[in-house]
């Protein structure tokens, strides 16, 4: 087994039209980690993992999976790699079974019913077998491509976009289903909008930005070194702009003047917190509430793309 289970190197893709969609990307992804690609609309995610599948061509760079170069050992690679994509590709005439071992045999493995029969009963798909995929849920379509996906036994699973549009209850299934299988030792790659989805599965997270892996970090640590506190007070009185009183703790004022936003470092000696509240006393503000709230991946996430595009634009 070498290091890493996937190493890109370089990876630069710029389509006909003259989009640079991926601008030298780096990254290494470890066996048995969830790894949570974070990115906006037309981040560079699906292109990413496209390549990865063989499915885009690169305009340079390199991918090796488990060791292997994808291009040069294309079949060696790809086989250790399963795709769930974003669209539905399946036939929906066919029974489950059928669409399953289908899926084994274009990668040319024998047959092996026990592991498929193993596949389905995981993502409870087992009573489902000679059902034809029209006859399925919405959900039960999405778990039929990943029981596709996984038919050839890949050691590494990407799963692109795998809760878009689907209900609250199904994406909790979903995570479920994905927990299970990391416990199995697949590595799972997963592209989402959704910050919640990475806050709750992944290991690392990494963000995409316009082509541009903007960071890559431990969940955990992400959050503990970017996590930072907010403190709202709700005035007695609604104010017209930030007394300079009040000036060097920097808070913000909503739109109707009725809130002061303070953020603070979680982690910091002083929060600064009862400096200012003795402030706004001496200053003859009063504030009938008061809350803190930690902020969230999204929080994160937000100021990452906004701080990003900034900097692009200046
Ligand atoms: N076949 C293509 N031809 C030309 N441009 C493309 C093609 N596919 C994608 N792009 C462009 O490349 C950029 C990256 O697109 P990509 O689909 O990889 O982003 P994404 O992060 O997956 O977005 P989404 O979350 O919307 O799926 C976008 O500007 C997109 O318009």
């Known amino acids: 087994m070498s290091e890493n289970a996937l190493s890109i190197r370089g990876l630069r893709k710029a389509y006909a039209s003259g989009t640079e969609a991926l601008k030298s990307v780096d990254l290494d992804i470890r066996h048995g980690e969830i790894f949570a690609l974070l990115g906006p609309n037309g ?19 390199e991918v090796l999976v488990d060791g292997v170069h994808w291009r040069d050992r294309y079949k060696v690679a790809r086989r250790q790699i399963g795709l769930v994509p974003q669209e539905m590709n399946i036939d929906v005439f066919e029974p489950v079974w059928n669409t399953v071992a289908f899926s084994r045999e274009l ?3 024998p047959r092996n019913d026990a592991y498929l029969e193993q ?3 995981d993502l409870t798909l087992w009573d489902k077998r000679k059902a034809i995929l029209k006859e399925l849920s919405g959900g039960m379509k999405r778990r039929v491509m990943i029981a596709k996906a996984l038919a050839h036994e890949p050691a590494i699973l990407f799963l692109d976009e795998p809760t878009a549009g689907v209900d609250v209850e199904l994406r909790k299934e979903m995570w479920e289903m994905v927990r299970k299988l990391r416990e199995r030792g697949t590595t799972i790659i997963l592209t989402t909008h959704y910050i919640e989805e990475a806050e709750e599965m992944a290991d690392r997270v990494g963000v995409i930005n316009r082509g541009e892996l ?4 431990e969940k955990a640590e992400l959050m503990k070194k970017l996590g930072r506190k907010i403190l709202h007070l709700s005035l007695a009185e609604p104010l017209d702009s930030v007394p300079s009183a009040l000036a060097d703790w920097a808070p913000s004022l909503s739109d109707d003047g009725l809130t002061l936003t303070y953020e603070f470092d979680r982690h ?3 929060t600064g917190i009862p400096s200012l509240l003795s402030a706004m006393r001496d200053a003859g503000i009063a504030f009938k509430d008061l809350d803190t709230k930690q902020s969230s ?3 994160i996430f937000v100021g990452l793309i906004r701080d990003g595009n900034a900097e692009t634009r200046a």
């Not at 981040?43 to 496209?50: D, H, M, R």
């Not at 903007?214 to 970090?217: D, K, R, S, T, Y």
């Open 297 to 299: 991946l999204e929080d």
């Open 268 to 270: 910091a000696e002083r």
């Open 43 to 61: 981040a560079g995610k699906t292109t990413l993992i496209s390549i990865v599948c063989g499915l885009v061509m690169a305009t340079g760079g």
């Open 214 to 217: 903007i960071l890559v970090e």
């Open 107 to 109: 990668f040319g493995l």
């Open 119 to 121: 596949v389905l009963k």
